[in-house]
């Protein structure tokens, strides 16, 4: 073997890798992970005993799981790195990144991994997240009177920074209890979507209006109560309930609860917020 291969079976992702011999001898003791074995029609917890190594996430114990003891084992992970949101899952009942949680984060306690409960699962710890693309597909996109590049004021920009932060690991859709206890999907769009709504709401040259969406359509804000329980698990840290979810249900209520609109509604006609056009359902202009 040539010195330029050597090199590059040593730069190999660990994730493929066997444990090396070193890494069993160093070694303290053992760790017991519970995991979800099944598929949509059912399954149950199945335990597993692996080495504790230094350093390591849930993500490589699962993976070590898969390499030596159960071949079959479905997860769906890419970077491993934070970044991708692929390998979402819970632990303990809790959504998590298994790449950013760290085994000894639980040392003395019993780990229990399953997939997400808000979703279908396909198998083992991999749920069908697909109805989340659907919902993508049904906001209503951004739009402007002008031709990009734009000119914008300086905190207009940064405003619109923290939701493009999201990596669509959907895990504040997992924890929030009405898509994950009441089932509410048809008609309710769920934090991430959100977070969505409130980039294209909040952005300076959109001429769409999205209120109407959001409160009669498949957005469904009127549902959410504001537990901050999205906000406490997403991995990349925006404040869901704070910055998106609240400033919109502001919108909601002073365009469709102010006595004043809604009078002038009656007289006027549904009229854009952004733009005074006259509209019609979901904020689609119909001339005016």
Excluded at 62 to 76: C, F, K, T
Excluded at 103 to 125: C, S, W
Excluded at 238 to 261: F, G, H, M, W
Excluded at 273 to 283: D, I
Aim: a negative charge; aromatic letters at 8%; charged letters at 30%.
């Amino acid at each position: 073997m040539s010195e330029q291969d050597a090199q590059q079976k040593d730069m190999a992702s660990k994730a493929h890798a066997d444990v090396h011999q070193d890494e069993s001898d160093a070694a303290q003791g053992t760790t017991r992970l519970k995991i979800f074995r099944g598929d949509a029609e059912g399954g149950s917890e199945v335990e597993y005993e692996i080495p504790n190594i230094e350093g390591m996430v849930v993500l490589d114990a699962v993976l070590y799981i898969q390499a030596h003891q159960a071949g079959d084992l479905a997860v769906r992970w890419n970077c491993k790195a934070a970044h991708c949101g692929s390998c979402s899952a819970e632990i303990n009942g809790k959504p998590k990144l298994l790449c950013k949680t760290r085994v000894e984060e639980y040392e003395g306690q019993e780990i229990r991994v399953h997939p997400m409960r808000a979703f279908p699962v396909i198998k083992d710890l991999v749920s069908d997240v697909k109805w989340n693309y659907e919902v993508a597909r049904s906001t209503i996109p951004f739009q402007s009177d002008e031709q990009a590049p734009f000119i914008m004021y300086e905190e207009d920009v940064e405003r619109l920074y923290e939701p493009k932060k999201c990596i669509e690991c959907f895990m504040c859709q997992d924890v929030c209890h009405v898509l994950r206890t009441h089932h509410k999907h048809p008609e309710f769009a769920g934090p991430r979507f959100f977070v969505r709504n409130q980039w294209l709401e909040m952005h300076p040259k959109d001429t769409q209006s999205r209120l109407e969406y959001l409160k009669e359509g498949q957005g469904g804000i009127g549902y959410c109560n504001i537990t901050k329980c999205c906000t406490e698990v997403c991995p990349v840290n925006i404040k869901i309930t704070d910055n998106s979810i609240i400033p919109l249900k502001e919108r909601v209520a002073d365009e469709y609860y102010d006595p004043a609109k809604w009078l002038m509604r009656k007289i006027r006609g549904r009229r854009s917020p952004k733009t005074g056009a006259v509209v019609g359902r979901n904020g689609n202009r119909n001339g005016g």
